[in-house]
T-cell receptor, first 113, second 115 residues
């Protein structure tokens, strides 16, 4: 069975600095998708970034980028130039062949002004 | 993208009663999911609801406790039956257009408190 592990329950970063959130996963599949979702205190979950496993190039979305290490089964999220609006719970998720998402426990990101 | 609304946004219910949560999407979608989330914790999938077929429940969740309807491609309901305080949680609806790698879009959630 697939599992997703986020080992950092909470992270804090100074505004304008860079922070990296860790995620590891376990699967025997070769083709799959990985996601980072953000859940601000208002509760609505939104997609931050998506990575296709067969693509070696790391996905980027403006200030958000991933470091995808397929062999190591690692999928970390880097947030550059952190802003107060980035404060949220961040969830790493793996999509299995049934299109269901396997979720990590989440990392609470605190932005210090 | 997809815009999803949920009703009610929150409710306080008495033990032993039932509550039906509605999920409405602004466009037709293939797959709808129902999750439960304790504040500050991860999501737990309750069931997958596909139009025209019975919902598929995850381990630990049964139809008698969480009946689901999916009458069309834009609407679904989740009922929490015979509630107990342990059912207090946030219930989230999400949708996907299906297909490998397609993201799930989430509703704002329903915060349920059972007294």
């Amino acid at each position: 069975a697939q599992t997703v592990t986020q080992s950092q329950p909470e992270m804090s970063v100074q505004e304008a600095e860079t922070v990296t959130l860790s995620c590891t996963y376990d699967t025997s599949e070769s083709d799959y998708y990985l996601f980072w979702y953000k859940q601000p205190p208002s509760r609505q979950m939104i997609l931050v970034i998506r990575q296709e496993a067969y693509k070696q190039q790391n996905a980027t979305e403006n200030r958000f980028s991933v470091n995808f290490q397929k062999a190591a089964k690692s999928f970390s999220l880097k947030i550059s130039d952190s802003q107060l609006g980035d404060a949220a719970m961040y969830f790493c998720a793996f999509m299995d062949s049934n299109y269901q998402l396997i979720w990590g426990a989440g990392t609470k990101l605190i932005i210090k002004p | 993208s997809a815009v999803i609304s949920q009703k009610p946004s929150r409710d306080i219910c008495q033990r032993g009663t039932s509550l039906t949560i509605q999920c409405q999407v602004d466009s037709q979608v293939t797959m709808m999911f129902w999750y439960r989330q304790q504040p500050g914790q991860s999501l737990t999938l309750i069931a997958t609801a596909n139009q025209g077929s019975e919902a598929t429940y995850e381990s630990g969740f049964v139809i008698d406790k969480f009946p689901i309807s999916r009458p069309n491609l834009t609407f679904s309901t989740l009922t929490v039956s015979n509630m107990s305080p342990e059912d207090s949680s946030i219930y989230l609806c999400s949708v996907s257009r299906g297909g490998v790698g397609n993201e799930q879009f989430f509703g704002p959630g329903t915060r349920l408190t059972v007294l």
